[in-house]
């Protein structure tokens, strides 16, 4: 990795850790979930993050009421989401890619990462959650 594309990098993670943190709350005024997600390439050769607030009303995430969906349907877990019958197959493609979310849900904290062998896979395990 380059000195220009890590520096890239840690300027990216810097700028998101600073997002204001105020308290995601459920429509019982419980907190849900408040997870910092990322994505990067090979060796670090690109990563991209964002800041994901549930119920879906806060945070910078895309498709945050989906993420959100898949989030609850796997309790909190980004990959244990129920997977849907005839969802694509994705080819055996090595281009892997690390994902990871940390936070909270549901009160209790989550620290989780793992490495897909490529987007396709990562994205099959984990519906919208990583996609932004």
Excluded at 33 to 46: A, E
Excluded at 121 to 130: C, E, I, K, M, R
Aim: some cysteine; hydrophobic content about 40%.
């Amino acid at each position: 990795m380059s000195l220009r594309t890590a520096a890239a990098a840690t300027a990216t993670v810097s700028a998101l850790l600073a997002l204001p943190l105020a308290p995601a709350r459920g429509a019982d005024g419980q907190g849900e979930g408040r997870l910092f997600l990322t994505v990067s390439g090979s060796r670090n050769t690109w990563i991209r993050g964002v800041e994901l607030v549930c119920p879906g009303a806060g945070g910078h995430h895309p498709h945050a009421a989906e993420a959100c969906a898949g989030l609850e349907q796997g309790r909190g877990r980004p990959d244990a989401r129920p997977t849907a019958a005839g969802e694509r197959v994705c080819t055996m493609e090595h281009d892997p890619v690390t994902a990871s979310a940390d936070g909270s849900w549901r009160g209790a904290p989550v620290a989780w990462r793992r490495t897909f062998p490529n987007a396709c896979a990562l994205d099959t395990a984990t519906g919208p959650v990583f996609r932004f």
